[in-house]
């Protein structure tokens, strides 16, 4: 079951799902518009200011068995060139319970820009940090993204009873764009 904007409210204000900082989202009775960040079934997300690119210059190759070296930097506003791939944060910190998990999708006025957003697109119960997304430019111009810009949607599905193993996996807690950490996974221990 996907959650609603008053679920997700109740669930905020309970302190059993944390999103952290986020904006006032109440409805404005003038308009009946939605506030800043929760929508009718999602919350939006902001872009943060760090942001790791591979560094493509020291390295012949990505291995899947040892750490990719990246480029991290920090800033308000970069351009991300044509046909490039990057890793961002979120501004927001996020923390689900260990019955609700989420999908991660771009916000649909931005992919209609070329610019696909997601972080493999979920979310496991249990989880808490920032959520570091994969940018992708698809156009043949650069793109400018401004650091505060809503850029991702998180939609909630409850989940039929709490996670019997939540996360607590190798991204838990984690702050800023956090490359792939794959050659932790146990394919990759050798006997």
């Known amino acids: 079951m996907i959650l609603s904007d008053k679920t997700i409210r109740d669930l905020l204000d309970q302190g059993k799902l944390g ?6 989202d109440q409805i404005n009775p003038e308009s009946a518009r939605l506030g800043k960040q929760i929508q009718p079934a999602s919350v939006d997300l902001r872009l943060g200011t760090h942001f790791l690119k ?26 991300l060139p044509p046909h490039s791939f990057m890793l961002a944060t979120t501004m ?10 989420a999908f991660v999708e771009g916000r649909s006025s931005i992919g209609r820009m070329g610019l696909f957003i997601q972080n493999a ?27 505060g ?3 991702c949607q998180l939609v909630f599905a409850q989940m039929d009873q709490d996670a019997y193993y939540p996360y607590r996996g190798k991204y838990q807690g984690q702050r800023d764009a956090t490359g792939s950490q794959i050659y932790f996974d146990f394919e990759n221990e050798h006997n």
């Open 19 to 24: 999103i952290h900082p986020l904006e006032d």
């Open 54 to 79: 591979l560094d493509e210059h020291n390295i012949a190759y990505i291995d899947l068995e040892n750490p990719a070296t990246y480029i991290s930097f920090d800033k308000e506003e970069i351009i």
């Open 92 to 101: 927001e910190y996020v923390r689900l319970p260990n019955n609700l998990t």
């Open 121 to 147: 697109g979920w979310v496991d119960p249990g989880f808490e940090g920032e959520i570091t997304l994969e940018l992708y430019n698809a156009n043949q111009l650069p793109i400018k993204l401004t650091a």
């Open 149 to 151: 810009r809503r850029v």
